[in-house]
């Protein structure tokens, strides 16, 4: 049982006890200081009488105690719920013997009753009895005695709501037997105390299905009332009939049981179709939700098949690798689990370049670049590693994912370079098929967001409101990344050579762009730019992206100048776009093409991280090398090649 459902049954008993010691205290001072005002509390109910009120005096304060754990409260325990008894056991002694020890009218003089001055009722008696004994077991560590008093509880509580039943149906004295002498008002605090004592001594099932966020225990927090109150009304409905002649007792018998089962059946059927909802709602997720694991399982198949993979805690903790590590490393699985990655370090790099992927995964960054490891057997191996962090709900780190790629080819160097192109090749497919068929299950979560927040937006608190807005902000966020993903891997996909005017290509680009230029005064300049042998929308999409970036990356206010030149060298045509923006610093001018790569905060700058990454693989498509010349605050050159003889 969790510990907030012991808290909140401990302040339920708490609350419930200082209401009726607070019940019992008035109730009291009102017979001590004979106020004739007791007998109309309730008008025509008989009063409830002093021994009552003290029997519920003592049960609220030994119940309180209770609650406490040190020995002056368990002595106070004991020792009212020993009164409690005392009084209940000479109460029932003088009825069973017909007898009057005087016991009750020696504490106040009850002039008021009819018959048994001061003496609680045989009913009420025995209910104190068998509230006192369970109260004493209650707190037992024997599942087996709270068990045991939960049953007497439940038997107190039966009584009781069979008494408030003949109060509220009027039942005349002669049919009630014995329950008829407890007061209603007497009933309902027996009743309430007894059914908190109930709940607080109840097993975790028990609680779970009245009180768990579960459809059945919706149903019966909604079916339970509802019978009762049909019941109820239809009760008084059938006796006001009889009472007053307005139908004989077959008659009204006969529209009770209509209204009965009409009422019965109404209120089920209602059940049945919200049911029916939820459960076509929750079999719709859960086909999604097969789909999209289905499709992360054959992402994970591809990723184990092609890479190496392995799992860590925080602290570095190796706790999970694939058949591929394990393969390459030579090392078994139960090596490598329990232990860090010393296992495979090759010495190669300084404590330095270790330190510094630390803190940029430590910081929730992810890290990539080229590290070389070493095998059991002790040869030197290369990877290509991308390390990501994973953040809980509370933005803690608490466990790394690794993906590495070999990258190492112990062969002649025509060989790896082919091999190694090959396996770019396949990279790039597999980019490109990965890109394109995550757009499906990412469409499908989103669609069950809008569901969500279309069917139930009502239903669902703010806290749950807001978690689906983060959720759609993360789709969108994905959406973009995969689509960046998926542009990239297309570059050069469907390429054409043609014949291209790269003062004609600017000018377009320009145009294309005349609204945001204007927006932000952005002043263009060029220089003669020459004609190139190349591929026509690659190279429009490696100026658009340099141009555009140079235009969003400007410092506040500043006006954005933007200067594009070129110089014919013997083998190529170097090109250069300068700007006067914000400049990038020189510790991250090597990493600023690598894919997805930000350097500023996203709220900062819109984008994925992807363009310049675009940039780099058309450069390289057209066998030329791009470069970026900066310093933070003071503007950027980005420079690229371009072969002359391209073919």
Same mark, same amino acid.
Not at 114 to 143: H, N, Q, V, Y
Not at 331 to 340: A, K, M, S
Not at 400 to 421: C, G, N, V
Not at 541 to 557: H, P, R, V, Y
């Given at each position: 049982?969790?510990?907030?459902?012991?808290?909140?049954?401990?302040?339920?008993?708490?609350?419930?006890?200082?209401?009726?010691?607070?019940?019992?205290?008035?109730?009291?001072?009102?017979?001590? *200081?004979? !106020?004739?005002?007791?007998?109309?509390?309730?008008? $025509?109910?008989?009063?409830?009488?002093?021994?009552?009120?003290?029997?519920?005096?003592?049960?609220?304060?030994?119940?309180?105690?209770?609650?406490?754990?040190?020995? !002056?409260?368990?002595?106070?325990?004991?020792?009212?719920?020993?009164?409690?008894?005392?009084?209940?056991?000479?109460?029932?002694?003088?009825?069973?013997?017909?007898?009057?020890?005087?016991?009750?009218?020696?504490?106040?003089?009850?002039?008021?009753?009819?018959?048994?001055?001061?003496?609680?009722?045989?009913?009420?008696? !025995?209910?104190?009895?068998?509230?006192?004994?369970?109260?004493?077991?209650?707190?037992?560590?024997?599942?087996?005695?709270?068990?045991?008093?939960? *049953?007497?509880?439940?038997?107190?509580?039966?009584?009781?709501?069979?008494?408030?039943?003949?109060?509220?149906?009027?039942?005349? +004295?002669?049919?009630?037997? *014995?329950?008829?002498?407890?007061?209603?008002?007497?009933?309902?605090?027996?009743?309430?105390?007894?059914?908190?004592? *109930?709940?607080?001594? %109840?097993?975790?099932?028990?609680?779970?299905?009245?009180? +768990?966020?579960?459809?059945?225990?919706?149903?019966?927090?909604?079916?339970?009332?509802?019978?009762?109150?049909?019941?109820? &009304?239809?009760?008084?409905?059938?006796?006001?009939? &009889?009472?007053?002649?307005?139908?004989?007792?077959?008659?009204?018998?006969?529209?009770?049981? @209509?209204?009965?089962?009409?009422? %019965?059946?109404?209120?089920?059927?209602?059940? %049945?179709?919200?049911?029916?909802?939820?459960?076509?709602?929750?079999?719709?997720?859960?086909?999604?939700?097969?789909?999209?694991?289905?499709?992360?399982?054959?992402?994970?198949?591809?990723?184990?098949?092609?890479?190496?993979?392995?799992?860590?805690?925080?602290?570095?903790?190796?706790?999970?690798? /694939?058949?591929?590590?394990?393969?390459?490393? /030579?090392?078994?699985?139960?090596?490598?689990?329990?232990?860090?990655?010393?296992? !495979?370090?090759?010495?190669?790099?300084?404590?330095?370049?270790?330190?510094?992927?630390?803190?940029?995964?430590?910081?929730?960054?992810?890290?990539?670049?080229?590290?070389?490891?070493?095998?059991?057997?002790?040869?030197?191996?290369?990877?290509?590693?991308?390390?990501?962090?994973?953040?809980?709900?509370? $933005?803690?780190?608490?466990?790394?994912?690794?993906? #590495?790629?070999?990258?190492?080819?112990?062969?002649?160097?025509?060989?790896?370079?082919?091999?190694?192109?090959?396996?770019?090749?396949?990279?790039?497919?597999?980019?490109?098929?990965?890109?394109?068929?995550?757009?499906?299950?990412?469409?499908?979560?989103?669609?069950?967001?809008?569901?969500?927040?279309?069917?139930?937006?009502?239903?669902?608190?703010?806290?749950?409101?807001?978690?689906?807005?983060?959720?759609?902000?993360?789709?969108?966020?994905?959406?973009?990344?995969?689509?960046?993903?998926?542009?990239?891997?297309?570059?050069?996909?469907?390429?054409?050579?043609?014949?291209?005017?790269? /003062?004609?290509?600017? #000018?377009?680009?320009?145009?294309?762009?005349?609204?945001?230029?204007? #927006?932000?005064?952005?002043? @263009?300049?060029?220089?003669?730019?020459?004609?190139?042998?190349?591929? $026509?929308?690659?190279?429009?999409?490696?100026?658009? /992206?340099?141009?555009?970036?140079?235009?969003?990356?400007?410092?506040?206010?500043?006006?954005?100048?933007?200067?594009?030149?070129?110089?014919?060298?013997?083998?190529?045509?170097?090109?250069?776009?300068?700007?006067? $923006?914000?400049?990038?610093?020189?510790?991250?001018?090597?990493?600023?093409?690598?894919?997805?790569?930000?350097?500023?905060?996203?709220?900062?700058?819109?984008?994925?991280?992807?363009?310049?990454?675009?940039?780099?693989?058309?450069?390289?498509?057209?066998?030329?090398?791009?470069?970026?010349?900066?310093?933070?605050?003071?503007?950027?050159?980005?420079?690229?090649?371009?072969?002359?003889?391209?073919?």
């Amino acid at each position: 049982m969790s510990i907030d459902i012991k808290a909140t049954k401990s302040r339920n008993i708490k609350y419930m006890s200082l209401s009726a010691l607070a019940m019992s205290i008035i109730v009291i001072g009102l017979w001590l *200081f004979n !106020i004739r005002a007791i007998l109309y509390i309730i008008p $025509g109910v008989t009063p409830m009488e002093f021994i009552t009120a003290l029997s519920f005096f003592l049960l609220s304060v030994g119940v309180l105690a209770a609650q406490r754990k040190s020995t !002056i409260f368990l002595i106070i325990n004991r020792a009212t719920i020993t009164c409690v008894l005392i009084i209940a056991l000479v109460t029932i002694g003088q009825d069973l013997f017909g007898n009057n020890f005087g016991f009750n009218t020696s504490f106040v003089n009850d002039t008021y009753a009819l018959k048994f001055p001061g003496r609680m009722s045989l009913a009420t008696a !025995i209910c104190f009895f068998l509230a006192g004994i369970s109260t004493w077991g209650m707190d037992s560590k024997s599942e087996k005695i709270k068990r045991f008093t939960n *049953f007497i509880y439940l038997a107190v509580i039966l009584l009781n709501f069979v008494t408030v039943i003949i109060f509220i149906l009027n039942i005349p +004295g002669n049919d009630a037997g *014995f329950l008829i002498p407890i007061p209603i008002h007497t009933s309902l605090v027996l009743f309430l105390y007894s059914g908190y004592l *109930f709940h607080k001594n %109840a097993t975790v099932g028990l609680n779970r299905l009245v009180l +768990g966020k579960y459809a059945g225990s919706r149903v019966v927090r909604t079916v339970v009332p509802y019978n009762f109150a049909a019941i109820m &009304i239809m009760g008084l409905i059938y006796l006001y009939l &009889i009472n007053n002649n307005i139908t004989d007792a077959n008659t009204g018998f006969i529209i009770y049981s @209509i209204f009965g089962v009409f009422a %019965a059946c109404v209120y089920p059927f209602v059940i %049945a179709i919200q049911l029916n909802h939820s459960q076509f709602d929750k079999n719709t997720f859960e086909k999604a939700f097969r789909a999209s694991m289905q499709e992360t399982k054959q992402y994970k198949e591809a990723l184990d098949a092609s890479s190496l993979v392995d799992i860590t805690d925080a602290n570095g903790t190796i706790i999970s690798v /694939n058949d591929k590590f394990c393969e390459t490393s /030579n090392y078994e699985r139960n090596e490598l689990i329990g232990n860090t990655h010393k296992f !495979i370090n090759s010495g190669h790099h300084s404590k330095e370049f270790f330190a510094e992927l630390w803190t940029t995964i430590k910081s929730g960054e992810v890290w990539s670049g080229g590290i070389r490891n070493k095998t059991k057997d002790g040869v030197f191996y290369w990877v290509h590693t991308a390390i990501i962090p994973f953040i809980n709900e509370f $933005g803690e780190i608490y466990q790394f994912l690794t993906i #590495r790629q070999d990258i190492t080819k112990h062969t002649l160097l025509s060989t790896q370079y082919e091999s190694l192109k090959a396996k770019n090749k396949e990279i790039e497919q597999f980019t490109f098929i990965a890109s394109h068929d995550l757009q499906e299950p990412l469409r499908t979560v989103r669609s069950m967001i809008d569901i969500l927040q279309e069917e139930y937006s009502l239903e669902l608190d703010e806290d749950a409101l807001m978690s689906l807005n983060f959720m759609t902000e993360a789709t969108d966020r994905m959406s973009s990344l995969i689509k960046g993903l998926l542009d990239y891997s297309r570059i050069g996909r469907e390429k054409e050579l043609i014949t291209i005017d790269s /003062n004609e290509t600017v #000018r377009e680009i320009t145009d294309d762009l005349a609204a945001i230029i204007k #927006r932000k005064n952005t002043v @263009i300049t060029t220089d003669k730019l020459p004609i190139l042998k190349a591929y $026509g929308i690659e190279i429009r999409l490696l100026f658009q /992206n340099l141009i555009s970036n140079a235009i969003k990356f400007q410092k506040e206010g500043a006006t954005p100048r933007i200067h594009i030149s070129a110089k014919e060298d013997t083998n190529y045509f170097k090109f250069s776009v300068k700007d006067n $923006g914000i400049g990038i610093p020189e510790e991250d001018s090597r990493n600023v093409f690598a894919i997805f790569q930000r350097l500023n905060k996203r709220d900062a700058y819109e984008g994925t991280g992807i363009g310049l990454a675009h940039c780099e693989k058309i450069v390289h498509l057209h066998g030329g090398e791009i470069w970026v010349d900066s310093k933070e605050n003071e503007g950027s050159t980005f420079n690229f090649t371009i072969l002359k003889n391209f073919i």
